[in-house]
Structures are given as structure tokens and as C-alpha cells.
């Protein structure tokens, strides 16, 4: 896999098999690009619905706390 993306590892655990789902932060698509060069569901959520909470701030205002999964209804099951 060639996961790029400062989340790729989460995408990279959930490919391989080794998490059914796992958290991410995306600020420039560092949710959406690995999930979609490695073949997974990456959701970005709206802005403030997941809790920014002990995460360094990168831009504030973009910053927001998602989630990769193996399919969709995975990640509606961790809303």
C-alpha cells in the first residue's frame, strides 16, 4: 500500500485488517487522500462534531477528528 497522508497509518491498519475501524485527523485531506489510495472509508465529519480534545492544533479552524473504516455502515456505527 501506498497510504500518504499524516493518517495513513490508521488507513494502512484498517486495509490490512489489522483495526475494524480507527481515528484520524484531517486538516488538508489527511483522512480523505490515504482512504482513497488505500481503498478504505475515510470520514471527515462537520467541524466540531467530534472533540478536538488533546489534539495539537494545526489550524483550528480546519482541524477535525475523523474516522477510517472498512465500509459504511462501520462508520456510522462509530456516530
Not at 480507527?22 to 462537520?46: E, M, N, Q
Request: net charge negative.
Amino acid at each position: 500500500l501506498m497510504p500518504g497522508g499524516s493518517s495513513s497509518g490508521s488507513a494502512v491498519a484498517v486495509a490490512e485488517g489489522a483495526a475494524t475501524v480507527a481515528l484520524g485527523t484531517d486538516t488538508g485531506g489527511s483522512i480523505r487522500v490515504p482512504a482513497a489510495w488505500c481503498g478504505v472509508v475515510g470520514f471527515k465529519p462537520t467541524s466540531g462534531l467530534i472533540s478536538l480534545e488533546g489534539v495539537v492544533p494545526l489550524a483550528p479552524s480546519l482541524d477535525t477528528c475523523g474516522f477510517f473504516a472498512r465500509n459504511v455502515a462501520d462508520c456510522a456505527r462509530m456516530l
